[in-house]
C-alpha cells in the first residue's frame, strides 16, 4: 500500500490515504487511539498499513458523536476480541455507546422541541401579554423537570407515609409530560409550576391546603386510604372518558369504601352524608388538576381524566345519591337521614380529599 522499503508510512501519508488533516491523526496518535509502529531516525512517527482502516474506525465512531473515552473503549475490546476465535462478548462496548447516545440525544432533542414550542408561544402571543408568558417559560428549564410538582405533593402528603405509597401517589398526580409539545401545553406546565411554587400551590387566603385527615389518621392509614383512592379514581375516569353523568355505582362505592376502612366507620346513609359535608369543605387545589389536564390531553378533544376530576365526578355522585335519598325520604314522609350525635360518623369522615 505504501511506498517505503518496510511497508510503513509517514503521518503525512497515512492523513492523505484517509482524507484528514496531519493534525486529527497527531490529535488520536497523542490520545492513545492509533497506535505508532515506529519512529523513524529523525524522530517522524511511522504507522503500520491497519492504521488506515483503524482511523476510519475512529473517524465513524467520532462522526456518531461518540466521545473520546468511549471510542478508546471500543477499540480496545476491538483489539482484545481480534485475538479470539469465539467471539465472546464481541460487540459490547459499542452497544453501550450508542444506546448512551441515544439516551442523550432524546433529551436533546425533547429540549429542542420544548424551546421551539415556547418560542412559537411567544411568537403567538399577543403583544400585551408577551411579559408575563415570557416570564413563565423563561422559569422553566428545557427540557422541563417535574421535580417542582413532587416537591409540592411531598409535602402535602402526611409526613412520615411508606415510601412505596409516596411514589405511587406521585406517578398518578405528577404528570407525564410530552415530548413534542404544543405551545399551549408548554405555558399550561409553566403556569403549573408556578402554582406549585407558590405558598400552598397558590391557593391564597393564607390558609392550609391540607385536608384536615392529614390529622385524623396516621401515615400507614393515610397510605390504605390513598390505595383505596386509586382504585376509585381509576373506575371513575373510565365513566368521565364514557362521558358519563356522576351516579352510584361500583366507583363510588369502592370511593366511600376507602374512607370508611381507613377510619373503622360502618358505610351507612350517615356516615355517606358526613363524609359529603366533610369532603365539600376540605380546602381545594383545582388549579393544579386544570393545568394537568391541559397538559396531558390532546387538542380539541375531552380533557383527560385526572385524579382530582375523578374526585370531583365522585362527590357529585355522592351528592346526587344523597339527593335521591332525601327526595325518596320526603316522599314517605321519613324526612332526610342525619347521624345520631353519639355514633362517632362524624370522627370517621374526617376525611382526605385529593382535589
Not at 26 to 52: M, N, T
Request: charged share 25%.
Amino acid at each position: 500500500m505504501f511506498s517505503s522499503y518496510d511497508g510503513l508510512c509517514t503521518i503525512g501519508e497515512l492523513a492523505e490515504h484517509t482524507g484528514v488533516s496531519v493534525k486529527t491523526v497527531r490529535f488520536y496518535s497523542d490520545r492513545g487511539l492509533l497506535p505508532e509502529a515506529s519512529r523513524s531516525a529523525g524522530g517522524h512517527r511511522r504507522y503500520a498499513p491497519e492504521a488506515v482502516e483503524r482511523l476510519r474506525m475512529i473517524r465513524s465512531l467520532r462522526g456518531l458523536d461518540l466521545a473520546v473515552p468511549e471510542v478508546r473503549r471500543i477499540l480496545d475490546e476491538q483489539d482484545e476480541q481480534s485475538g479470539r476465535s469465539d467471539g465472546a462478548g464481541e460487540g459490547g462496548a459499542l452497544e453501550e455507546a450508542v444506546a448512551g447516545r441515544l439516551r442523550s440525544l432524546g433529551s436533546e432533542l425533547a429540549a429542542l422541541r420544548w424551546r421551539e414550542a415556547a418560542l412559537r408561544l411567544v411568537q403567538e402571543s399577543p403583544p400585551a401579554e408577551r411579559p408575563d408568558r415570557l416570564r413563565l417559560v423563561g422559569a422553566v428549564a428545557a427540557p422541563p423537570s417535574t421535580a417542582s410538582l413532587a416537591r409540592f405533593w411531598r409535602a402535602w402528603l402526611p409526613p412520615r407515609m411508606p415510601a412505596r405509597s409516596v411514589t405511587a401517589f406521585l406517578e398518578a398526580a405528577v404528570p407525564d409530560l410530552p415530548d413534542a409539545p404544543r405551545p399551549d401545553q408548554v405555558l399550561a406546565f409553566a403556569r403549573l409550576h408556578a402554582y406549585v411554587t407558590r405558598p400552598c400551590g397558590g391557593g391564597g387566603g393564607g390558609g392550609s391546603c391540607q385536608p384536615r385527615a392529614h390529622g385524623a389518621a396516621g401515615a400507614r392509614a393515610s397510605a390504605v386510604l390513598y390505595a383505596g383512592l386509586a382504585e376509585a379514581y381509576d373506575l371513575a375516569g373510565g365513566e368521565l372518558r364514557r362521558e358519563a353523568e356522576p351516579c352510584p355505582g361500583e366507583a363510588l362505592d369502592g370511593f366511600v369504601d376507602a374512607y370508611a376502612s381507613t377510619y373503622g366507620a360502618p358505610d351507612t346513609a350517615a356516615f355517606r352524608r358526613v363524609l359529603a359535608g366533610r369532603l365539600a369543605a376540605d380546602p381545594r387545589i383545582d388549579r393544579y388538576w386544570e393545568l394537568t389536564a391541559e397538559v396531558i390531553s390532546a387538542p380539541g378533544g375531552r380533557p383527560e381524566p385526572t385524579p382530582g376530576s375523578a374526585h370531583d365526578w365522585l362527590l357529585a355522585s355522592l351528592d346526587a345519591q344523597l339527593g335521591a335519598m332525601d327526595g325518596m325520604n320526603v316522599r314517605e314522609g321519613r324526612g332526610s337521614v342525619a347521624p345520631s350525635p353519639g355514633t362517632g360518623v362524624r370522627d370517621g369522615a374526617r376525611a382526605v380529599s385529593s382535589r
